[in-house]
Nanobody, 123 residues
Framework: QVQLVESGGGLVQAGGSLRLSCAAS????????MGWFRQAPGKEREFVAA????????YYADSVKGRFTISRDNAKNTVYLQMNSLKPDDTAVYYC????????????????WGQGTQVTVFS
């Protein structure tokens, strides 16, 4: 099991940028694939991006491709989500998640989750 803590959310104007961080503690972070998901009020949890343990495989949802970048620093036990050109539709609580065996968009295949960080984009 790994403990995850997200940070970096906030209020930003449309077109702006934010960088989310997810700090991990517990078992060996570098053995986990990591994902970012988001959930807006009244909507289902939505896949945003995922990265393999080495960073060699990366996936994005079509809605964020070209605007968001996922990365990780295994020495710092941290995964990042750089969000550029933000839109009001990006408003949601953003969660990071960890999996020892899966990388992809199915949230139920991730084992450990953070508490989430709110991102609000206003026009």
């Amino acid at each position: 099991q790994v403990q995850l803590v997200e940070s970096g959310g906030g209020l930003v104007q449309a077109g702006g940028s934010l960088r989310l961080s997810c700090a991990a503690s517990g078992r060996t972070f570098s053995s986990y694939a990591m994902g970012w998901f988001r959930q807006a009020p009244g909507k289902e949890r939505e896949f945003v991006a995922a990265i393999s343990w080495s960073g060699g495989n990366i996936y994005y949802a079509d809605s964020v491709k070209g605007r968001f970048t996922i990365s990780r620093d295994n020495a710092k036990n941290t995964v990042y989500l750089q969000m550029n050109s933000l839109k009001p539709d990006d408003t949601a609580v953003y969660y990071c998640a960890a999996s020892t065996y899966y990388i992809g968009s199915y949230y139920y295949k991730y084992d450990d989750w953070g508490q989430g960080t709110q991102v609000t984009v206003f026009s």
